[in-house]
């Protein structure tokens, strides 16, 4: 690894880039021992700034902060934008993790439907036993596979996420380690991919002490309630939460509740589990303890959890944004203590995996144009549309996954239709529905016939032919799929659901707030060239943040 960092700085050094500060740091023996990752589930970039005021401080005497103390003493990049389509936690997580958009990383959806087999896949199912989820779908290397490469396995990977997607897409292939959490039982869990499925010690130990039914009967009052005002309370009929969790402040975990360990997951406690595992994956693993670079990757799901139950403008969501500040304080302090040399010697990277919309039902009584669009109502006008232009037999077996509908080809041949065709009767009915700004067949986009514009170029670098259906849809802004008047979701190519945080600090991180448009994409290749690690296999963000010198 030595040689690999020295190599780098002398390479980057002649042809005139990067070189002191990170140079010397890293030739010191000042380069980061340990890359923290965290990835917050639904973590919309406005959650920084609007909050800001009721953030710990950067530091306090000895203690740090949380989000400020990575805002005033890391690389604050404020214009962090997502390029891909859908926004969705799978897709996100993979191309943070790679460098890459879904046109190279594979990854098109949290599900998708195969061509090949007809079927519908969920991103993380291994092709090999569909009843196991792995990292096979994923067609790239992450930065956290290329620190394993370069190091000779030396180096320890551990990924940690309340979703299996989120742990999994994150790590890639060739983690040490990869848990999450199932929501049936309250239990650490892995897949066979991992060592045969053997939970670590550490997952076993948090296992048997019963670490989710710890928090049964805890009640979640309000901190902060004096700046609620800059809130808009959720109507009972509009949140997405169970009944026993109530629609107001306080919120109570009902240890009795067949539902518990469910609802956990939306609440600040969710984010305690997610923390105190990956710090007793620390300790148990020794991460972080000598000069070969570890990677201990952290994604907090609660965020999403519960955004989707009472949206981005609510109490709860200013809440546990600030339970979520108080809670990585106290982990960086942790790590400053666990880290030989202190924080100082940790990279570390924080990003969302994708925004939210506010809900479509307060956005109307607010006089804004949203809405939800009903497929089931939709798919009756499709198939009256395709029968009376190719009668015949057969069923149609419309679908729709990852934001493309689909039909059964087998009909279409059997009625004697063009496949093109098909699509077209398709998209001229969704072209029509209130709230569907366009729908692109496959056709178009397999003969390069998508509008030349920002959108356009999003949903090319989004296409995977062998894993995008025949028609896709994109919503006007501030709609969404769905019938239910309650919570709210993402997925959409604009600003509130592709604008996230990006904050870096560590070594090799040159301090200041960014204003430029960067991507998460660029996370995977700053870690790398921090690190003196090639980037992964099918990157194309590009180093954000470093420190530099020109001659």
Known sequence: MRFILSFLIAFVSLAGGAQAPLREALLADKGPRLVVLIV??????????????????????????????????????????????????????????????????????????????????????????PSEMSPRNLLSTTFADELKLATGGKAKVV????????????????PDTVVWYDSRTGQARTGKYYHGGRLPKWAQE??????????????????????????????????????SFGARFPHKLDGSDSGYYGILRMTPWGTEWTLELAKRAAVTEQMGKDEVADALLVSI???????????????????LSVATDRMLSQFFNWLNTHVPGGIDRCL????????????????????????????????????AALDERFPGEGDWRLGESAQWVHYDPDTAKA????????????????????????????????????????????????????????????????????AYPSGTTHGQPFVYDTHVPILFRGPGIQPGVYVERVSPEDIAPTIATVLGTTFPSACTGKPIGLSTVRR
């Open 40 to 129: 917050i589930d639904q973590f919309r970039g406005d959650y920084l700034t609007r909050f800001s005021d009721l953030y710990l401080p950067a530091r306090k005497g000895g203690t740090l902060g949380g989000f400020r103390f990575l805002m005033e003493e890391g690389a604050f990049f404020t214009n962090g934008r997502f390029d891909h389509i859908p926004l969705e936690t799978g897709v996100g997580h993979s191309v943070i993790g790679t460098g890459a958009p879904p046109f190279y990383s594979g990854i098109a959806g949290n599900d998708w439907f195969d061509r090949a087999t007809r079927k519908a896949v969920y991103c993380t199912q291994d092709p090999l036993d």
């Open 159 to 174: 990924s940690i996420s309340i979703k299996d997607r989120a742990a999994i897409l994150q790590s890639g292939h060739l």
């Open 206 to 243: 948090a296992n048997e002490q019963k670490l989710a039914d710890s928090y049964k009967g805890k009640v979640w009052e309000a901190v902060v309630p004096q700046a609620h005002d800059r809130c808009i309370p959720v109507p009972a009929a509009n949140v997405g939460a169970p009944a």
């Open 301 to 319: 799901s609660t965020n999403d959890y519960l955004g989707h139950a009472f949206g981005p403008d609510s109490p709860e969501v200013l809440e």
């Open 348 to 383: 570390i990277a924080l990003t969302g995996d994708h925004g939210v919309a506010p809900i479509p039902e307060q956005a109307m009584r607010s006089g804004i144009g949203a809405g939800r669009l009903d497929m089931g109502s939709v798919y009756k006008k499709i198939i």
């Open 415 to 482: 009625r004697k239709a063009d496949p093109e065709a098909v699509e077209k009767v398709i998209a001229d009915v969704l072209s029509q529905e209130p709230g569907v700004f366009a729908a692109y067949t496959r056709t178009q986009y397999m003969e390069g016939r998508l509008p030349i514009t920002e959108l356009g170029k999003t949903l090319y670098r989004s296409f995977r032919p062998d894993r995008c259906g025949d028609v896709h849809i994109v919503l006007q802004p501030w709609w969404m799929l769905g």
